[in-house]
T-cell receptor, first 113, second 111 residues
Framework: EADIYQTPRYLVIGTGKKITLECSQTMGHDKMYWYQQDPGMELHLIHYSYGVNSTEKGDLSSESTVSRIRTEHFPLTLESARPSHTSQYLC????????????FGPGTRLTVT | RKEVEQDPGPFNVPEGATVAFNCTYSNSASQSFFWYRQDCRKEPKLLMSVYSSGNEDGRFTAQLNRASQYISLLIRDSKLSDSATYLCVVNMGAGNTPLVFGKGTRLSVIA
């Protein structure tokens, strides 16, 4: 089992609130990722990081921001939640070297009312 | 052309059947290939890596055809517990690029 954790697992929150989704891994992986996935749909990469102080935007335009101050921690923040942000958010990590397989956390299911 | 393409299915097969999924990828410089499994409303989990020589893990066999740029997954003697979505995943080119996930192929194994 992968040692990657996400909190909260479920969150229901009102429009306009600021949200931070937490992701931590204890595997010492340099690379971390955030994906967004709607039910029955494909994964969309929204942010990734290749190490401390490194962050990049993914393929899907996102109103969220991330930070990577510590290797094991990669939080995602939404400054002002909207109903369109309702989705599942999955965090993943991988080693820096080949073969690059990613390990996923259990996800945070976010509902914005 | 999408970077990683899969037949979305669903594939509905009886228990004990053999089923095969194919996946094509667009970048000939791709280096690493994987099959992930995702159960409904759960996170994706690595099923197996795909090596150039092909590899087998129990009832599962993965193969890579670099010339035609496709990978395949064969499941023999399907079990009810194999019902899931199978994601084809490719590392496109240079090592420091994120993995690209296909949309997935949904499999339902029926008793």
């Amino acid at each position: 089992e992968a040692d990657i954790y996400q909190t909260p697992r479920y969150l229901v929150i009102g429009t306009g609130k600021k949200i931070t989704l937490e992701c931590s891994q204890t595997m010492g992986h340099d690379k971390m990722y955030w994906y967004q996935q709607d039910p029955g749909m494909e994964l969309h990469l929204i942010h990734y990081s290749y190490g401390v102080n490194s962050t990049e935007k993914g393929d899907l335009s996102s109103e969220s921001t991330v930070s990577r101050i510590r290797t094991e921690h990669f939080p995602l923040t939404l400054e002002s939640a909207r109903p369109s942000h309702t989705s599942q958010y999955l965090c993943a990590s991988s080693e820096y070297t080949s073969p690059y397989e990613q390990y996923f956390g259990p996800g945070t299911r976010l509902t914005v009312t | 052309r999408k970077e990683v393409e899969q037949d979305p299915g669903p594939f509905n097969v009886p228990e004990g059947a053999t089923v095969a999924f194919n996946c094509t990828y667009s970048n000939s410089a791709s280096q690493s290939f994987f099959w992930y499994r995702q159960d409904c409303r759960k996170e994706p989990k690595l099923l197996m890596s795909v090596y150039s020589s092909g590899n087998e893990d129990g009832r599962f066999t993965a193969q890579l055809n670099r010339a035609s740029q496709y990978i395949s997954l064969l499941i023999r003697d399907s079990k009810l517990s194999d019902s899931a979505t199978y994601l084809c995943v490719v590392n496109m080119g240079a090592g420091n690029t994120p993995l690209v996930f296909g949309k997935g192929t949904r499999l339902s194994v029926i008793a």
